[in-house]
């Protein structure tokens, strides 16, 4: 555990200088990158390890245009890899998402897909592709040419012993 938090540090610590680096000449085209911990909800995954590193990428597909409440509401759709895993369990969630912004700061998330997973079995371990889904929230920390963010989301699989939260920190380029 001690080793995945020193992971999650260094991570977070390099997504900030990338984004101070580039805050003032790179626009943002959509490609948003996270990193940090999942927490399996229970059975052998959970014995496993109570924290995962977590890791995962988002990229905007289409605006949407809706007719909104509120002037400053937005949607897009958009398309995530995560992966997570901790030694013989792994988990490749591949999503398509919807997303709203409910103004500049805050934002979620609801999506669907298919995920590609490894855990142990007998004496060694299984592949499975199966159906996935996620629902989050997040918040905009900062704004401008590359953003950073914090986000929460549950990631659900057919294979419930394959459910858990994940907190991230990310930037959008």
Excluded at 9 to 30: D, E, K
Excluded at 86 to 98: A, K, Q
Aim: proline content about 3%.
């Amino acid at each position: 555990m001690t080793k995945n938090i020193t992971l999650v540090a260094i991570a977070v610590a390099g997504l900030f200088a990338v984004q101070t680096a580039s805050a003032q000449t790179s626009p943002v085209n959509g490609l948003s990158a996270r990193v940090g911990a999942f927490f399996p909800t229970g059975g052998a995954a959970k014995a496993e390890s109570k924290t995962w590193l977590a890791v995962g990428l988002q990229y905007k597909v289409r605006e949407l245009s809706l007719a909104a409440k509120s002037p400053t509401y937005k949607a897009h759709l958009a398309v995530s890899v995560d992966f997570y895993n901790r030694n013989d369990y792994r988990v490749v969630p591949v999503l398509v998402n919807y997303v709203g912004e409910l103004n500049e700061k805050l934002f979620y998330t609801a999506g669907a897909g298919v995920s590609f997973s490894r855990k142990p079995s007998g004496g060694g371990t299984s592949q499975n592709t199966n159906f996935a889904y996620t629902l989050g929230v997040g918040y905009n920390l900062t704004s401008g040419a590359t953003p950073v963010f914090v986000e929460g989301r549950f990631f659900g699989n057919d294979d419930s012993s394959l459910n858990g939260y994940g907190l991230f920190v990310g930037v959008r380029f």
